[in-house]
């Protein structure tokens, strides 16, 4: 099972070939996968990712920038606004579950 | 008959009885697992009778002689917890000992201190979440105490040279002190053990404060946290930015943790006793990187530890249950308890920790995951998947059979079993055991003379009720068709 690290970075990944010349399909959409892989490099490495709790969110948002990733490819931007709107509200599970409020390891 | 109305003269069994002899022999190649499915449509079938069913089969009643203190070991559930066995079990097997003729007291342990706002940690605290838990000796038939003293250094102390980490143990007092022992465990997940079953409830939790200290690592050259352990004072941000900075000092119960006058970070590490208490404080904040290799080593000692509780006891004086019901990923030492990841497994019991522990696990790997639990949001919810590993453990290179191993190593028991399914006994034994008359017997007379039916009224049928409604009606799913049917109300009979 690949960890929730890799999985971030994996997430890093296609996000920055998402970003690639995307401003000049809309500047909202790459300002926002930019700050992706800003907080993801920021949260990156933390214990979180150490975790096997990491792994469900993690998971989901790799798989969602994967495919958001061929919607770009493939110049399907109807469907890629949609998926936009889901990877960014995955990331946001991500980051907050990142911050492992009230864990208690045993 | 006996005191509460059992009879005495059990049903021959289906089964072969697997004596303690066997168990002491020599021969641990394979040991016996009295085992009984989860699924219950009668008296005879309920959990708990379930439950005294194997615990007779596996030869654990033959532990019990007459005025034998006997100790019942289990996990009181912590504040908040709700996977916990429910108090009947504990009842009911209290009730078999003391038919047996045994005195028993159920117990549990004062913990560390693994949570900053624990709720079990001394005798005291313990109690009251025991009480809240339901726990008591009201409810128990007999004394619910906390075995290891108020603050938690009564213990007795054990030698165990076969140890694979740990050479001695510190098993709390009064259950070194019992003649006989039951493990009555509550089969689950755990985030450090992986598997809280069997070897966890005695290698943890059978151990004094002290000794729980000393399985977890406090102090140790390689596993501790002091050794192990990568403190980084350089990610605190200062008190000014640390809104609740307070509580990286609070955390520890020995005072290890100083922000100076300099407002830096300062870890006394080489006196860390592995209380764990600072695991959930500092490793999410980047001040700690907590060991994997500790959890590990902790895995292992726990088998040496259970070695240490059966050398205190007296081998072949402890007896093991498994109730491997809502199977929780997190262990009840948790203040909350997660959606189940596999389904009830069923009810277990044997002479042998490791062997009953394998069981388990091997049960679990056999079913499919629960739907929305955390086996399937890990996708190890197939039949075959290491269940543990993936939902209950906290890093990705733990091992669900880690102190399952070590037992075998050690001697302790086997991983290598026979599991033999036991038949259900007569309804008769498990009845409500005060009075096993039938009801006329028991209420005639009461209703004559208390008589709870009014045929005096409404022409003997005794209420007010419509004679006939249209019950279709309130039976029909009208989400399913938006027609509704108007139908006129019957008139009452009678007014």
Redesign the interface.
Known sequence: MQSGQEMLEDTISSCREISQDLASQNESWAKSIDEIVEKFEEISNTFFFQTMPSVPPTRTAMREAATLLEAKTSGDWASFETQISTLISSAQTVIEKAGMKGTTLT | MTQLGWNANLPVRTISKFTLIEVLGGNMSESKVYYMDAHSESTETALSSKMITVFDAAGLDEMIKPNDIVAIKVHCGEWNNSAYLRPLYARTLADRIKELGGRPFVCDTTT?T??PWGSRSSEIDILQTAERNGYSSATLGCPFICADGIIGPSDFVVDIPEGYILKEAYVAQAIAAAAALIALTHFKG???GVIGGALKNLGIGAQSKRGKFNVHMGGHPSYGLGAAGVFHPENFKGKANTPDWEILEDCCPFNLYHINEKDELEWDGDKCANC?GC??VM??R?LM??P?IQFDAVDAAIADACLGVEKAVGRGKVGYINMALDVSPA?D???HADVPIVPHLGVFASTDAVAIDMACVDKAREAEGIKGS?AE????HHVGDKKFE??A????SQSEVTSINTGHEIGLGSRNYELIECEPESPERFRFPYDKRPSRQRFGAKFEKFQPFPYDKFDGKGFNRLDVVDLDKVKHHYEDDSEVVNVEQPTSSEN
């Open positions: 560390s693994y949570s755990h985030s450090m764990l695991f959930g490793g999410p980047g990187d907590i994997p262990c030492c948790a203040g955390k949001l890990m996708e190890a993936a939902a453990a906290t890093f990705h």
